[in-house]
């Protein structure tokens, strides 16, 4: 979420159909659009004789059937999941259990379901029969997927390079529409500005979002991005020094009007996370109450 949202009606976009866009690359958009989703999650089909499938998104019926027709008999040699928020992994097991191909890709969380780590987006149903680490591979005929550790937006996130076209699958770590949410405890922004140094550094050519429309020229929105943190952090630093001791929706009513107010929870959750951020480094710190001072 954030500042960057495109003018499209979510109700203009075709789902259930498979999108080509590149010679190995088609999308499926799944019908689940919101104000956290955008037009909804889109779900990846890679290769040609044989596939991989990337975030096969909600279990909802309807989409992995989508998706099921969009492979065109074609075997799956693996359904990878970026991360586990419910709009990304749920429909991992019901397709493998229609297609045969194992689920790989992203760890399930360290924790219990109701632990100190859980959030009503996780998918705790999640169950892989591989967990990818950085630089691990998946492949097939004319194609080789490899895992980008980026941690921030959840704690278990990779993005996903497609070695032969330069291509890179980044899930909700980079969206194509806005800035993504960043939840405390599992989400954490100091992880997420190193994730985003890391991927400033790489070469790919063009981003494929779980959220949003392929990005070329990369790293001109990376840089874009990382931008529009060092903003908000600075508006919270501009905040308390001008309002002292403050709670956190005080701060998100002035720094995001005009923004959705259903979006002003999440977005006091990428707060915390700066706030957060700002006390591990000396510069901030938090009350009892659960207000926050400057250092």
């Not at 991992?92 to 632990?115: F, H, K, R, T, Y």
């Not at 680490?133 to 550790?149: F, I, K």
């Not at 929706?249 to 990428?270: C, F, I, Q």
Request: proline share 8%; charged share 20%.
């Amino acid at each position: 979420m954030g500042s960057m949202n495109a003018p499209i009606d979510p109700a203009d976009m075709p789902t259930g159909i498979r999108m080509t866009l590149s010679a190995r690359v088609g999308r499926i958009l799944a019908p689940n659009p919101s104000p956290f989703t955008y037009t909804g999650t889109q779900t990846y089909v890679v290769g040609q004789s044989d596939v991989a499938v990337i975030d096969p998104g909600p279990d909802e019926p309807a989409h992995v059937a989508a998706v099921v027709a969009a492979l065109e008999g074609r075997p799956v040699r693996a359904i990878l999941c970026t991360h586990t928020h419910r709009d990304h992994s749920p429909a991992a097991a019901p397709l493998s259990q229609i297609v045969g191909a194992p689920i790989v890709g992203c760890a399930p969380l360290a924790m219990e379901d109701d632990g100190p780590r859980a959030d009503a987006a996780f998918d705790a149903s999640y169950r892989p029969d591989r967990i990818l680490s950085d630089g691990d591979r998946v492949a097939g005929e004319g194609w080789t997927l490899e895992a980008v550790a980026t941690p921030g937006h959840t704690s278990n996130h990779l993005c996903f390079a497609l070695l032969e076209e330069k291509a890179l699958f980044t899930g909700d770590h980079v969206m194509g529409w806005s800035t993504s949410v960043i939840s405390p405890p599992d989400g954490d922004m100091t992880d997420y500005m190193r994730s985003m140094q890391r991927l400033l550094d790489r070469d790919d050519a063009v981003y494929y979002p779980a959220h949003g429309d392929p990005v070329e020229n990369p790293q001109r929105l990376v840089r874009g991005m990382m931008g529009h943190r060092k903003q908000r952090e600075g508006q919270i630093l501009r905040f308390l020094e001008r309002n002292g001791v403050s709670p956190i929706p005080a701060m998100v009513a002035e720094m995001y009007k005009g923004v959705d107010s259903r979006l002003h929870g999440a977005a006091g959750r990428s707060v915390l996370a700066h706030l957060i951020d700002l006390d591990q480094r000396g510069i901030a710190a938090p009350l009892d109450d659960g207000r926050w001072r400057l250092c």
